[in-house]
């Protein structure tokens, strides 16, 4: 049943999404292999070196559903609830089908380092024995820990919980950099004796301990270790069918009862949508998980550097917390769904509505921000930051304010009804090219605050930031209330179908061919990013550009600039840091203009085909 359902679902956009992370997953698979089969000084680095990849390997069949939405559920256990099945049977069936696809043969691959690694005959067949009971608690462990979310996510300490883990996962591996130092001095003296037995001791290193127990001929701790493989799949899999009968035979509302409050402080129609919302973000469990998640990223991002010794980040926390709740808030529209009529009804209602929707997104955002930016500098006491604190905390929230809003009514993300919504949240899929797309643009509204106070006297960027966020709320939330204004009933009509409506001119067919001629449709992502009349290599500029600016933008400009004003200086892999002096700030400002080029440019081509699309089905 899975594989027919692949095969006549993989097309399109679908397609080439499994195609480019099967291909990534090989790529890392392989280099796995390849670290396994290379010499290193010290003789058990390369069995530590492979533990700890296989380790990071399964965190991340653990924790990948969270950040990603839901894991594998081509097959839902739904799906067969009329089924004369018993849950245990029915685990089963789930189980072996999870096992069909591109992520488990990937992970065999990853696995294949245990053979690698394997000296002699007997090692080797301990080798594969250990790599078919690891890959089975690996998709099972996974399965498990997504029911589990699932219905951990049911309540909002629940949905907190989540939103920690998925958060300090992701944080670890964009700052994880800062312990570069701490790596180069493993490869040299190999891993400290505490973390070589961690890796062992986790079940993502029994198998690798089996291996070694052969390779010495201590065949009581091999059939230990694959037992325990074996027993811990097992729990796993009982432990997936209690979730899955609880799944199918409860259903437990998402949040908790509202209760009736009064707001003396709203005055109008404007305040009492802003009011409506910081109830939401309260009450509403993806609410509150996204906003859980960009404080607990912002706070893992910027206090791991301190395991290095460095400070250098605790100023930004504040200001890398607006950054990510406007990244993961513009979807306000399409989390309300078919709420959306009551606006169309009421005259003057959109208005009102743009503009209180981004007073409660400032009211939720700016006191976090706030708080963390002034209690991380007085405890950092780099005081040196505040000129640029100053400018960019006041255009980064206004520019959020204004994008949120803007993107929300051009690129909705259609989700369920609330009222209708399970309280798992990692059913709600997320929109990771909506995130990336705001977190460019919210970063780039700040760009005229950072150069005035690259370039001008200490007191022009505070006020260049104040009046450029003020500008980009104002204005880009009019643009929005306008875009709204006039494409509010299709969007009300792709909320309750969960399709794009299509409007075509009709056409008169020959008559020897009853009924219009067949017109192939263009893939709905693509159309979605407006590149389907965009020729293939625009298409793949587009994207790439899109997805790569904020390696020369972010990563390669406006980091080092910010260690250069400080004068908080770590090179690691700042191409302009380990350049004389004279040469690093116009490498930066280079690798800025190259950041800007290529957002610019990809966002132009991308919305004039973007506008030719829409007008070929006007």
């Known amino acids: 049943m899975k594989l027919a359902v692949l095969r006549n679902s993989l097309s399109g956009q679908r397609a080439a999404q499994m195609i480019f992370g099967g291909v990534v ?32 390997w399964t965190a991340g069949w653990l924790v990948g559903p969270a950040l990603f939405g839901g894991g594998d559920e081509t097959l839902r256990p739904e799906h067969f609830s009329l089924q004369a099945m018993s849950p245990r049977a029915l685990t089963v069936g789930l189980a072996a089908a999870s096992f069909i696809g591109v992520a488990p043969a990937v992970t065999m691959v990853a696995l294949a380092g245990l053979v690698v690694v394997a000296t002699g005959l007997g090692a080797t067949v301990v080798a594969v024995v250990a790599a078919i009971l690891q890959l089975v608690l690996t998709v099972i462990a996974s399965r498990l820990v997504t029911a589990a979310l699932g219905q951990v996510m049911r309540s909002r300490t629940g949905a907190a919980l989540a939103a920690l883990v998925s958060a300090t996962v992701l944080a670890a591996l964009h700052s994880g950099w800062v312990l570069s130092p701490l790596a180069g001095t493993a490869l040299d003296t190999g891993f400290p004796s505490v973390a070589a037995t961690w890796v062992r001791a986790l079940p993502s290193g029994w198998g690798l301990t089996a291996v070694e127990a052969a390779a010495h001929g201590d065949w009581p701790l091999v059939a230990t270790a694959l037992a325990g493989l074996a027993a811990l799949g097992a729990a796993c899999l009982y432990g997936w069918a209690v979730l899955i009968q609880r799944r199918l035979t409860t259903r437990r509302a998402s949040g908790r009862p509202a209760r009736a409050t009064a707001d003396r402080w709203v005055r109008g129609p404007v305040t009492a949508v802003a009011a409506r919302e910081l109830r939401t973000y309260a009450r509403d469990l993806q609410r509150f998980h996204f906003l859980c998640f960009a404080l607990a990223y912002a706070l893992v991002f910027c206090l791991l550097p301190l395991a290095a010794g460095s400070t250098v980040f605790l100023p930004w926390t504040g200001l890398l917390f607006a950054v990510w709740i406007a990244a993961i808030s513009a979807n306000l529209y399409g989390d309300d769904g078919t709420e959306l009529w009551g606006k169309i009804m009421i005259p003057g209602a959109i208005r009102h509505d743009v503009r209180g929707r981004q007073l409660g997104w400032f009211l939720v955002a700016a006191p976090p921000t706030v708080v963390l930016t002034v209690g991380l500098v007085v405890a950092s006491g780099h005081h040196e930051a505040w000129p640029w604190l100053a400018a960019l905390i006041p255009a980064v929230l206004g520019g959020g304010a204004g994008t949120t809003a803007l993107v929300s009514v051009l690129r909705p993300v259609p989700l369920g009804d609330p009222h209708r919504r399970g309280g798992n949240l990692l059913d709600n899929g997320t929109d990771f090219a909506q995130v ?69 001119r009709p056409t008169i067919a020959p008559a020897k061919h009853p009924g219009p001629p067949y017109r192939p449709q263009p893939d709905p992502g693509l159309r979605r990013l407006g590149l389907d009349l965009a020729p293939a290599g625009r298409r793949a500029y587009v994207i790439a550009s899109l997805t790569l600016c904020w390696v020369p933008l972010v990563a390669q400009g406006a980091v080092p600039a910010i260690m250069l004003a400080t004068g908080e200086i770590n090179r690691s892999w700042f191409v302009a840091l380990h350049l004389p002096d004279s040469l690093q700030w116009p490498t930066v400002i280079v690798m800025i203009i190259i950041g800007l080029v290529l957002l610019a440019t990809g966002l132009g081509i991308g919305l004039h085909y973007l506008a030719r699309s829409r007008r070929s089905v006007a």
């Open 436 to 504: 990336l797309l705001m977190l460019i643009l919210t970063a780039a509204s700040a760009a005229p605050a950072f150069l005035a106070v690259l370039q001008g006297p200490i007191w022009a960027g505070p006020v260049v930031g104040v009046a450029g966020g003020a500008t980009m709320a104002w204005l880009l939330g009019r643009i929005a209330a306008a875009r709204l204004q006039s494409t509010a009933p299709d969007l009300l009509l792709r909320f309750r179908s969960g399709t794009q409506p299509a409007r075509r």
């Open 25 to 56: 997953g090989l790529a890392l698979a392989g280099a796995v292999v390849l670290l396994a089969g290379r010499d290193y000084p010290v003789a058990s680095l390369r069995l530590d070196l492979l533990g700890a990849a296989l380790a990071l």
